[in-house]
């Protein structure tokens, strides 16, 4: 009896060996994903922001980030800025068949969750990411926006944020210095 019992416990397994064999070799993270680790750690930023023609306003802000299975860099980020205290999710990952950097970022500012698509400069170890969404001076319009990190070493990166104009120019609007936490 135990031995029927067996063997049918063992015809029963057989396609699933047979099936595990047959399954494709799963993706491995590349140089791009590479790339994207270099973003993990603990880092402590300051912002500047034009909030209207000679009119800056300053923040500060940390982020926690870390790889995700080796192919994504989330980052948790907290700040302040004018009075008020916000919270973000950056993600960020690189699609090996479109050959672009892919990511979203959501914040606790807005109802908006930014797709952005990009390209690494690997010459100046900078990645620009594009997107679309909400013009922050005009309602109902929808403008192109342009994120730029530039990882200067290890421990040191910018991040820039700018809008495209209707003439076709982009205005930064918003830049963060950031420094690894030791």
Partial sequence: ??????IASALLLLPLSVQAQDMPEMPKPVKEHEWLAQLAGEWESTMKCEAEPGKTIEGKSSEKARMLGGFW???DGQGEMMGGKF???LTLGYDPEKKKF???WVDSMTS???QYTGTLDEATNTLTLETEGPSPMEPGKTCKFKEVIVLKDKDHKTFTSNIQGEDGKWKEMMTATSVRKK
């Fill in 112 to 114: 908006t969750m930014w």
């Fill in 1 to 6: 009896m135990k031995l029927k019992a067996f």
């Fill in 102 to 104: 892919i990511g979203t």
């Fill in 73 to 75: 860099i989330v980052s």
């Fill in 87 to 89: 919270s973000s999710i």
